[in-house]
């Protein structure tokens, strides 16, 4: 083994931070085989020195509460960003590429928010910037689009990304838990952002997608042009629906090609209990991909938690190590990637679940079919309650594929009828 080892400056020590730190220590012997060189993380900065910790690298290590301990030490081989936000890793970011040192990062927002722009400083320095935690926890997603499928087309990309939501999603589908009982148990186990809206609003799939169509197109889909919808407005009776159907309901993200143009958003989304996605439950994350040459491909692991992040983490720290000359941040020559062409989501084509609340009195379902009709849309199937007549009554049922803009255009005018007492709600089927 070579004398020196690596020096790592690490920002951030919570879950994933520790995870990393744990790793390191289980694996020595292990990662030695591999790179013949010691990984040592030199320096950790924190927010709060008085907090106890669960687990301490080494004695020599040192903790810090000063920004400049990292990206100002000549000794640091390269800086492991793991404190999340926009403003504090963006400095710790620029200012570390910028004196000279490569950097890894789990941080999706700052990446799908700022990404261009730390990508272009990252090449004008032929440094690495790395991120291959930064979505699906533990699986190997970005190595796998930026190298092992880099040959492919890619033509679609439909995937579970937010192991907070997912685990909710399961939890009250499968044990009965309310909205918030899932909630703090998706914190307690460490899956949620600081700030647990991101996850149930749907931001954190969003930024995860703005990374992975980089990736898949070489394009740059402005985190803020894309639509995005979450978990947080699920109601349980849905699930319950979901499941008498055949389906459940899962948060997605997808981007489709069509044309040279792109069509992407985050949706929950009605998927048939058969298929693959249906069945990946709990804080788990899976992509499946079609590749104009290597056909559909899916990967599937754990998209949260210490040890699986922290592996995608080391994934990154191991191949800036052993990284010759050009690093391929981007998996495209161009540094400076354009912005893709959107498709309007309104002319996305697919099934929907639509659920009505509506009086339960002659003639009622008449109109709701009427207006269907005159939007072209075609009923698959329909469930409704049985309630005391003149009650109000959940209508449940499942369209053929139409345009989402027919649907919408239809739900308008159901929406405003005196029959109707609250807006209906709708999912795309996936
Ligand atoms: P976390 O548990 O909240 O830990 C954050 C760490 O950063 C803490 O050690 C905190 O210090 C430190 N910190 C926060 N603000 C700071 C500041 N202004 N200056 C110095 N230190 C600061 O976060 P995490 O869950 O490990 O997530 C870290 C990153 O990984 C985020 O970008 C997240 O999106 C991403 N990520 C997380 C997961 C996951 O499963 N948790 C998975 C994939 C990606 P104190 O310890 O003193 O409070
Ligand atoms: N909060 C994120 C999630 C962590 O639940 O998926 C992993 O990126």
């Known amino acids: 083994m070579q004398d020196k080892p690596i020096h790592i400056g690490l920002a951030g020590f919570g879950t994933v931070g520790t995870g990393l730190a744990r790793i390191l220590a289980s694996n020595r012997e292990w990662l030695d085989k591999r790179l013949g060189r010691e990984l040592k993380i030199k320096t950790i900065l924190v ?150 809206s991101l996850d149930v609003e749907g931001w954190d799939a969003a930024h995860k997608l703005c990374i992975l169509i980089r990736l898949a197109y070489g394009r740059d889909y ?47 989304a009605l998927v048939n209990k058969d298929r693959m996605l249906a069945k990946v439950d709990g804080p788990f994350n899976a992509i499946l991909l079609e590749g104009n040459a290597v056909g559909p491909i899916m990967l599937y692991g754990q998209g949260a938690g210490d040890l699986p992040t922290g592996s995608a983490v080391l994934s990154d720290i191991m191949a800036l190590v052993n990284r010759q000359t050009f690093p391929n941040n981007t998996g495209f020559l161009d540094s400076q990637l354009k912005t893709a062409n959107i498709l309007k989501p309104e002319l996305t084509v697919s099934r929907h679940y639509l659920r009505f609340t509506v009086q339960d009195r002659p003639g009622v379902l008449a109109v709701l079919a009427r207006i269907m009709g005159e939007q072209n849309i075609s009923i698959a199937q329909l469930n409704q309650t049985q309630e005391a007549a003149g009650q109000y009554v959940p209508v449940v049922l499942m369209t053929h594929a139409a345009p989402f803009q027919q649907i919408k255009t239809a739900l308008q005018e159901i929406d405003r009828l005196d029959c109707v007492r609250s807006p209906t709600t709708h999912y795309r089927i996936l």
Do not use: C, W
Not at 225 to 233: A, E, K, M
Not at 248 to 259: D, P, T
């Open 222 to 268: 402005p985190f803020s042009g894309l639509p995005v919808q979450g978990i947080n407005h699920v109601d349980p009776y849905d699930l319950v629906k979901a499941g008498n159907f055949g389906y459940v309901l899962k948060l997605i993200a997808q981007v489709k090609e069509r044309s040279g143009s792109l069509q992407a958003g985050v949706f929950p």
């Open 47 to 196: 927010r709060d020195l008085d907090k106890p910790r669960s687990f301490i690298p080494e004695p020599s290590t040192r903790f810090t509460d000063k920004i400049e301990d990292l990206v100002e030490d000549q000794d640091l081989d390269l800086v492991v960003e793991l404190i999340g936000g926009l403003q504090t890793s963006y400095e710790i970011i620029n200012r570390s590429l910028t004196s000279g040192k490569s950097v890894v990062t789990a941080n999706k927002a700052l990446l799908a928010e700022r990404g261009p722009e730390l990508f272009a400083l990252a090449a004008e320095n032929n440094l690495g910037l790395y991120y291959e935690a930064s979505v699906a926890g533990g699986i190997p997603i970005v190595q796998t689009l930026k190298e092992s499928l880099a040959g492919n087309r890619i033509e679609s990309l439909t995937a579970i990304l937010n192991g907070t939501s997912n685990f909710m999603l399961t939890e009250m589908t499968k044990k009965h838990l309310d909205y918030e009982q899932a909630l703090i148990l998706a914190k307690e186990k460490g899956y949620a952002e600081a700030d647990p």
